[in-house]
């Protein structure tokens, strides 16, 4: 059993055309009547009103009291609602002046009507208690079309820009200007109605703008050619073409129509009109006029000279059947009246000659008869149709339909009939239409793409999306010749394809738009378990209204296996599902989507977290999209910084809007202190840090929360990116260290004293370095899970490498490099590519200094591109120096330098100041100055280097910075080299580093060897 009160929905958001229209002045005119005269004479103004409102297939939405509001496009949408609204309003403005004609006669009656029309949103739905009212349409389009009905002059009408976007071509208006009007924020441009305009159908309009340039269609190009050579061998054929709306089916016609003429075939043109269903025999009389070559102008004999004229010397027989095609085409012969036959019998006559003028015997030429949108075609023509396709066999005739695919064929198949099913276009003929349409100015890059994936291939949203953009500033320049001025992702949908996909959705069953509904929140795809949880549905209910959406192109099968995936086979038809549900049932299905998602995945939910928190968001339950944000920022941790800062940025947000409690307290303060986190990783303003940092501890203070306390001591004064001084860095992270014992919370403890003793390594203190990380180890007793993800992703990764560092700088290569070895495992298990790329970093280094420079240099490069996806910018700066150094090692000292450089851009540009390693990146640099024989640079950046270090006290570094300064003196000839190094083997001796030992010895030769 479905659950309608679930599935219900209580209203819509439409687009669609209002119509006011009242008589003016209706109480002075009352006045001087009897009231039941006047009621008489008011029921005769309605009942025009009305008729023409129907014949148009509008609603009439109220009566008010001396005129009516209609509405085109609600409850069924319309594509063409705008035109249908001017349409009827014409009408109504000749039916009413014949009737104030016959009033003024009748009764010395002044009366005169207006008419106001605008286009836009509305809601339309039951208003009322309960929602059990009247079908109605409210909003502002409504309140604009009333003020359009009190501008207008009496027996006119007039429209609003929004109607005149649409109904441009269709009708002729008169531009009025401006016009302030009252609850409008700008003044609106207004139009008078005029009259019916030159386009006839969209491809008309497309015409008069300027068609695009004609791509790709060869295939269907050569099966039309196919059929009129049929036709020319005297068989007749008969091609359909079926494509959705805007696919290109007219064009094509008319392109192919176009050779048909230049190569002096007769070609024969007529449409069904979407407003036309209950107007009988519309295109055959259309076809039949512009067979006979009838102009408007024509006058009534000349009309008959021309029937007469073409039909006898096809088939002198038709003599007779003349008066019946006089009186079906508006011309009666006064001296020969068409015999007088019932409806039935006068159709089938017109059938028949219809069939004759086909197959007369004495017509040889080919000709081809274009009939084009089936799917709007009336009962009778469609009747006519069927019996043509079968007299068009053995004629030179090639008759061409085209019609949209929900179309139900009345005819059964025409002997030689072909069908084309069109196909949108494919991207490269999007790329050409879009190089038509929009030029090729490098800063439409990517724009092809884009617009594809938009339009699905559809040339018709092509050009509407072009046009859109031009006109809301997107695009600037002319036709063929734009530029790209802003973003094209957030534009929206052009109102005329909104309304032609909205007509689309329109014909659904309720059930089965309701889910389309419910599946256009869910996003782009969405498995089909899912729908059933969202829409509440049973699974036969569900299989089979997704089998009507699958039927009528909205949704596609994406995948099958292992489970059914649901697709949209357009973006914009999501869109304009999206967009036409109300606020409140959009809302219930967000939260309907989040549910169902974790519902279904119960193995992925950290990887869906973002998207169930986004999707809980919009669905209004702000706490659950604030856990759900947290546990995905957690999830995206070190491994993808830049989304994790940006969710902790959200979840603070989201905090923010929730009860003070205990756990959106917990929120406030864990969001604050993680995107802390990333002040070292990817640089932050510094107000900005220090506002989350007051704000982190205002809180934990109130909460008297220990562990944020700590956390927070780690991120404002121990963290690395800081210009430290040794002695308060390392008081810091005592500190930190103290605090997090005291809370006796291990994982808390185990996280950061493994970040804090990277201050140990920085200040050269590798013993403290060693039994920081040995403890570390200890606590987390071989559980690698304790601590993880807190400040780094695997504190025992990096606890592993940091020994191996130590070891290093000890000298014991061998203990160093299966430490990293370990320690890169370990991080690649645990997922943490961060830890990772600064392990690499040190294999790649200590490779080289062992001799390997081939194999450390190509490690470095590989480790850059590795970082270079995580988007870090504390690693990236990091890998790039390791690599330098590297190359260094390995002679390439041009390369080293680039990389250096690069290293230190990329992290001044994003940190407040050179942070902990300035000092051995200038050295590094400097080396690489040297190998490129700048070597007075090298000098000064040495000396820089080696100031900057003695004064912090990064005693890791210092003895590198002397030992190049040495380099850079001997090199330049400058005296104070071996002071250099003096200070050099001091300071290593001190911290025991016997690798900067053995590299300053080295140096040390190079000086004596200078000497001698
Ligand atoms: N192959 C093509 N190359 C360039 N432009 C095209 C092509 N096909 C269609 N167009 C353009 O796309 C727009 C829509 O095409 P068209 O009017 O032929 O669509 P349709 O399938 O007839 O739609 P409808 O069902 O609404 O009548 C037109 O402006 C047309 O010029
Ligand atoms: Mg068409």
Redesign the pocket.
């Known amino acids: 059993m479905t659950r309608p009160d679930r599935i219900e929905s209580d209203g819509e958001r439409k687009q669609v055309t209002v119509l006011f229209a009242d008589v003016k002045g209706s109480m002075d005119l009352a006045e001087g009547q009897d009231p039941e005269q006047w009621r008489r004479i008011m029921q005769g103004f309605f009942s025009i009103l009305s008729d023409e409102v129907r014949r148009f297939e509008g609603t009439v939405d109220k009566f008010t009291g001396d005129g009516i509001m209609a509405v085109f496009g609600a409850p069924v949408a319309h594509e063409d609602h705008a035109r249908r609204a001017c349409l009827a309003a014409l009408r109504m403005l000749d039916d009413i002046a014949e009737y104030a004609a016959e009033l003024r006669r009748k009764h010395g009656l002044n009366f005169s009507a207006r008419i106001g029309i605008n286009s836009g949103e509305v809601i339309a739905g039951a208003i009322g208690a309960g929602g059990d009212g009247a079908y109605t349409a409210v909003g502002h389009t409504v309140g604009l079309a009333q003020r359009m009905e009190a501008l207008a002059e009496p027996g006119k009408a007039y429209l609003t820009e929004a109607t005149a976007e649409l109904a441009q071509g269709f009708l002729e208006l008169d531009d009025l200007g401006e016009f302030e009007i009252k609850g409008a924020s700008r003044p609106v441009r207004v139009f008078e109605l005029a009259g019916v305009g030159a386009a006839r159908?969209?491809?008309d309009l497309?015409r008069e703008r300027g068609?695009?340039?004609?791509?790709?269609?060869d295939t269907e190009m050569a099966t039309l050619a196919a059929g009129l050579e049929r036709a020319r061998d005297d068989e007749g054929a008969v091609v359909g073409i079926a494509?959705?709306?805007?696919?290109?089916?007219?064009?094509?016609c008319h392109e192919f129509l176009e050779r048909c003429r230049a190569e002096g075939t007769e070609v024969f043109e007529a449409q069904a009109q979407a407003h036309g269903r209950e107007i009988p025999f519309m295109p055959v009389l259309q076809l039949l006029r512009t067979y006979f070559g009838i102009a408007d102008a024509d006058g009534e004999r000349i009309v008959r000279e021309k029937i007469a004229g073409r039909s006898l010397l096809l088939d002198p027989e038709f003599a007779e059947r003349l008066p019946i095609l006089f009186d079906f085409l508006g011309v009666p012969d006064p001296a020969r009246p068409a015999p007088q036959l019932s409806a039935e019998a006068r159709q089938r006559a017109l059938r028949e000659i219809v069939c004759r003028l086909v197959s007369a015997p004495n017509r040889h030429e080919p000709v081809v008869l274009l009939i084009?949108?089936l799917h709007w075609i009336d009962a009778g023509s469609a009747a006519m149709l069927g019996e043509l396709f079968v007299a068009v066999e053995g004629t030179p005739t090639l008759v061409v339909v085209?019609f949209?695919p929900e179309y139900e064929k009345t005819w059964t198949g025409p002997p030689d009939y072909h069908e084309i099913e069109?196909a949108p276009?494919g991207p490269a003929?999007t790329a050409e239409?879009l190089r038509d349409l929009a030029g090729e100015d490098p800063s439409l890059d990517g724009l092809a793409e884009l617009i594809h994936e938009r339009t699905a291939g559809n040339?018709?949203f092509v050009?509407e999306i072009v046009r859109e953009l031009a006109e809301a500033g997107g695009l600037e320049g002319e036709r063929g010749a734009y530029r790209l001025a802003g973003p094209v992702e957030d534009s929206g949908v052009p109102a005329s394809v909104q309304s032609?996909l909205a007509a689309r959705i329109d014909r659904l069953g309720t059930e089965a738009k309701l889910l389309l509904q419910a599946a256009s929140v869910a996003g782009k795809e969405v498995p089909e378990r899912a729908l059933e949880l969202i829409a509440e549905l049973e699974r036969e209910r569900c299989e089979e209204l997704l089998g009507e959406l699958i039927g009528a192109g909205f949704l596609y099968e994406q995948e099958l296996y292992p489970e059914r995936v649901l697709a949209f086979r357009h973006p914009l038809t999501r869109e304009v599902a999206y967009d036409s549900q109300l606020g409140e049932q959009r809302a219930a299905s967000h939260a309907a989507v989040a549910r169902a998602t974790i519902e279904l995945n119960p193995e992925r939910q950290d990887e869906l977290a973002a998207l169930i928190a986004s999707h809980m968001e919009s669905g209004g339950e702000t706490r659950e999209a604030a856990k759900w944000s947290a546990r995905a920022a957690y999830w995206a941790g070190s491994s993808h910084p830049a989304d994790a800062l940006r969710l902790w940025r959200r979840v603070m947000e989201l905090a923010a809007e929730l009860p003070d409690d205990h756990e959106s307290a917990a929120l406030a303060v864990s969001s604050r202190l993680l995107q802390l986190q990333f002040a070292w990783r990817l640089g932050m303003d510094p107000a900005q840090e220090a506002r989350l940092a007051a704000e982190a501890e205002e809180i934990a203070r109130r909460t008297g929360d220990l562990h944020s306390l700590a956390m927070l001591k780690m991120a404002t004064s121990a963290r690395p990116g800081l210009d430290h001084e040794a002695d308060a860095w390392l008081a810091a992270v005592g500190e930190v260290n103290r605090l997090a014992d005291e809370s006796a919370d291990l994982p808390l403890r185990i996280a950061l004293r493994a970040a804090g003793a990277y201050a140990y390594l920085c200040c050269g203190d590798f013993d403290r370095l060693e039994s920081e990380l040995d403890l570390v180890l200890e606590l987390s007793g071989g559980d690698r899970s304790l601590g993880a993800g807190i400040v780094i992703a695997s504190p025992i990764a990096w606890a592993t490498m940091g020994k191996g560092v130590a070891q290093r700088e000890r000298g014991r290569m061998d203990e160093a490099e299966k430490l990293f070895e370990a320690a890169l495992r370990i991080a690649t298990e645990d997922g943490d590519p961060e830890t990772a790329s600064w392990t690499r970093s040190n294999i790649a280094l200590i490779k080289a200094m062992r001799g390997e420079v081939a194999a450390g240099v190509a490690l470095g490069r590989r480790n850059c591109e590795l970082t270079e996806r995580l988007g870090d910018v504390f690693s990236r700066s990091l890998a790039l120096s390791n690599l330098g150094a590297a190359q260094i090692a390995a002679g390439e000292h041009a390369e080293a330098l680039e990389a250096i450089e690069e290293s230190e851009r990329i992290y001044r540009e994003a940190m407040d100041g050179g942070g902990e390693m300035e000092a051995w990146r200038a050295a590094v640099r400097a080396e690489a100055l040297i190998g490129v024989g700048r070597v007075q640079e090298a000098v000064e950046l040495a000396e820089w280097a080696t100031e900057v270090a003695r004064e912090r006290g990064m005693r890791w570094s210092l003895p590198t910075c002397l030992n190049v300064l040495g380099l850079a003196r001997i090199a330049a000839g400058a005296d104070g080299a071996a002071e250099a190094l003096d200070e050099g083997t001091e300071v290593a001796r001190q911290t025991n580093a016997a690798r900067s030992l053995e590299a300053i010895e080295e140096t040390r030769g190079k000086l004596a060897a200078g000497a001698r």
């Open positions: 159908s969209r491809l497309s068609f695009s340039r004609f791509v790709g269609r494509a959705e709306p805007g696919v290109g089916k007219s064009r094509l084009e949108d085209n949209r069109l276009l003929d239409l040339p018709f050009e032609v």
